[in-house]
Nanobody, 115 residues
Framework: QVQLVESGGGLVQTGGSLRLSCVAS????????MKWYRQAPGKERESVAS???????SYLDSVEGRFTCSVDSAKNTVYLQMNNLKTEDTAVYYC?????????WGQGTQVTVSS
């Protein structure tokens, strides 16, 4: 069983920045891609970004150029640097790692962007 713990959420004004962290209890990021999801009130959970220890990344179109996902394998940690935040980025952010039969998920961290 892998445990994921997110941190770094908070309240920030439009245009501000936050850096989310997700620490894994094992070195699973070394062998599997890692993903960030978010869920806003009344909306479905959506994939925001993904990264591998080899440097490959992908992003939701609406965050491309503003968010950066990176992996520090030595610390079993994945980061989501979020810049130029917008009110529509307000959501609970989760990190996740693919697994069968069930993916691993963190508990989530709240990001609130005020205008």
């Amino acid at each position: 069983q892998v445990q994921l713990v997110e941190s770094g959420g908070g309240l920030v004004q439009t245009g501000g920045s936050l850096r989310l962290s997700c620490v894994a209890s094992t070195s699973i990021f070394n062998i599997r891609p890692m993903k960030w999801y978010r869920q806003a009130p009344g909306k479905e959970r959506e994939s925001v970004a993904s990264a591998t220890v080899f440097g490959g990344t992908s992003y939701l179109d609406s965050v491309e150029g503003r968010f950066t996902c990176s992996v520090d394998s030595a610390k079993n940690t994945v980061y989501l640097q979020m810049n130029n935040l917008k009110t529509e980025d307000t959501a609970v952010y989760y990190c996740s790692v693919p697994n069968k039969p069930n993916d691993y998920w963190g508990q989530g961290t709240q990001v609130t962007v005020s205008s």
